[in-house]
């Protein structure tokens, strides 16, 4: 996106006074800044809610259960290669018997 330069702003700035005239200018631009106001204020008490801070879990050392199912699932993975190749070995390719 292009960068708004100082002569792009000062033609803005040109055509805003012809339309709205000199006396309309000044409350546009008070309304115009009261209501981005109003929206950061209500933008900040809605990250300020989403921001709850969680209490943290504590770090406990792993029990002798919890290590024995680690080593169990540890060695599960080495015959899952096996299984994988029997799966694809059975799939054969497409004889388009089906399709329309």
Same mark, same amino acid.
């Given at each position: ?50 921001? !709850?801070? +969680? ?5 406990? %050392?792993?029990?002798? *259960?919890?290590? $024995? @199912?680690? #080593?169990? !699932?540890? +060695? ?5 290669? %096996?299984?994988?190749? *029997?799966?694809? $070995? @059975?799939? #054969? ?8």
């Amino acid at each position: 996106m292009p960068n708004i330069g100082p002569a792009e702003l000062l033609v803005v700035l040109l055509v805003a006074l012809v339309v709205f005239g000199p006396r309309k200018l000044p409350e546009l631009g008070k309304s115009l800044g009261n209501g981005l106001r109003e929206f950061r204020k209500s933008t900040q008490g809605l990250r300020d809610d989403l921001n !709850v801070i +969680a209490p943290s879990p504590t770090v406990q %050392a792993p029990t002798a *259960a919890a290590v $024995a @199912t680690a #080593a169990s !699932v540890a +060695a599960v993975p080495a015959a899952q290669p %096996a299984a994988a190749h *029997a799966v694809t $070995a @059975t799939l #054969a390719p497409d004889s388009g018997a089906h399709r329309a």
